[in-house]
Structures are given as structure tokens and as C-alpha cells.
């Protein structure tokens, strides 16, 4: 009898193809797998002086917002100015529950005196751009409704909801810009609420081609260019580059920003980030173009040195600028 052969197909495991920061790992099947902690491991510093919880703003894809608040703050008190904290995270990882970003907001209520709101977003590579970005704008239209209904008495009884400020950090100061420019000055569209200014904190911007400080520098970079262009590579809508109109605001193909009417933008980064040319050239070129814009550069500091170490004396003083900017685009 003769004897038959068979055969069998082994199927390769999925292996690593991109990771980030020890908390998101991307297989060769497209699998995606993201640690629950994360990849800032330090202690929250909450003292019972700033009181803060979680809200729900986007029940459709599940997305929360954390407010903070003075403890000292009440009804019988001034209104305090609505400051909007934006996370970073290269669009792909970081959340509002992370402990930088909640030490970063205690900072910022108790400095600024604030009522201070950190949103979530939807992250890359499950969901790409615009995903973020029309997260951020659900986050500020979120704001509106508890204007109109001042159902929440938590919020309502403290904010001044005619003082408000959107600031971002890395991707978020992207998605601070982009919502500067499509809400334009005033953000008319969000009344009662009204816009008074963005603070762009290392803005995540991008481009086909590499800026200086991008190409040289340290490859030890907090943020150096292997992750930079990692991040874009999950984040970016499929088949685009990262002259994306959301990502690069020059690209060939971006809105353009000279005839827009923008609410004044302070624009900070350290002067080792390898962001440091894209946000120069941003405020730059608004300036020229008459916008109000100021820009800090915070010497031989890298990426993200405020929410790194927000005790440091250079973040002290960025605190200050920040509270100036307030006091100088308030009523």
C-alpha cells in the first residue's frame, strides 16, 4: 500500500512591529495591545486643596473629561477662569488619568486659580486623525451645554464661562491649534462660552521635511526623531503623509491661516526640543501676519520639562507667563 504525505502550514507568531513608551505595542497581524499603566509611573501629589472629578462628555465613544477646582473656591466668590489642559502623547498614547498629566492640573488650578478641564481623546493607531481632533472639539462643545443648562452646580457655581482658555500639551497643543483655527476669534459659535486665548505648550506639528533642530537633534531626546516619526506613522490618516493639514499647518494642502481672524496664542517650547523649529516658524509666521501671538523659548530645555518636573524654577516661571497671558486677554 502506498503511503501518502502530508503537509501543514505553520503560521509565523505575531511579532513586534512598533512600540511606545512601554505602554502600546502594535503585532505584524495588526493586533494592538496597550498596557493599563502608565509609562509615567510616579506618585500623584493630590493635598485635598484642589478638588476634582470625572465627567462624562462624549457617550459615543465613551470619553471622559476630569475637572479640577480651588477647594477654597465657592458661589459667594469671584468666578474663576476656565482653563481647558489638553494631554500629549503623540496621538497615540497618555490619558487624562495618567499621574503627570493630574499633578500637572493640580499645578495649574492651584497656580492659575482655575477651574481647570483635562479631556480624553480617541488615540491612534485605533483610531487615526481627525479622530483627536474632533475630540477636542466635543470637549469645548461639551462646555457650551453646561453653560446653556448650568445644570452641574459643581462647575457652574465657580466657572466664568465668558473667560475661557484652551491650552495643549505636545499633540494636544496640535489640537489647541486646530481648534483655534476652526473656531476662529471668539469662537462665536460656542456662546455663551467665549474664547480668549490658546497656549500652545511644544506643539506637536509635522512636515515631509525635516526641520533642523528635527534632523539634528540628540538621538537621547525625551522626544527624538525615531519617536517622532513613529507617532506620526500610527497617527496619520492611512495613505497620508505628515504634510496632512493637521499636522503640518504650512503644508501644501493646509488651510490657510493669513486672512483668519484667531484669539491672541502664546506658544511655548523648550530650546533642545526637537519641536523647537515648527513652533518658531509657527508663531513666526503669525506674527508677520498680524495675528497676536508671543513666543517663549525656554533655553537648553527638552520636551515636555513642565510636566516632567512641574516644581522646577523654569516651570515656576512658565507658570507665571501663563498667568499673565490670562490676566492680559481677560475682560
Known sequence: MAGTTGSSTLTAAPYEVDECRGVLQVY????????????????????????????????????HLRLYKPASASASSTKLPIFYYIHGGGFCIGSRTWPNCQNYCFKLASDLHAVVVSPDYRLAPENRLPAAIEDGYAAVKWLQAQALEASDAWLADVADFGRVFISGDS????????LAARLGA??????PVVVRGYVLLAPFFGGTVWTKSEAEGPKDAFLNLELIDRFWRLSVPT????????????????????????????????????LKDRAEEYATKLKAWGKKVEYVEFQGLQHGFFTIDPNSQDSKRLMLIIKRFIADNSP
Open 28 to 63: 505584524s497581524d495588526g493586533s494592538i495591545v496597550r498596557s493599563s499603566k502608565p509609562s509615567f509611573d510616579i506618585p500623584v501629589h493630590d493635598d485635598g486643596s484642589i478638588l476634582w472629578k470625572d465627567v462624562l462628555f462624549n457617550p459615543a465613544h465613551d470619553l
Open 171 to 178: 499633540a494636544g497643543g496640535n489640537i489647541a491649534h486646530n
Open 186 to 191: 471668539g469662537a462665536l459659535e460656542l456662546a
Open 239 to 274: 495613505g497620508d503623509t505628515t504634510d496632512h493639514p493637521l499636522v503640518n499647518p504650512f503644508g501644501p494642502s493646509s488651510l490657510d491661516l493669513q486672512p483668519l481672524d484667531l484669539d491672541p496664542i502664546l506658544v511655548v517650547v523648550g530650546g533642545a526640543d526637537l
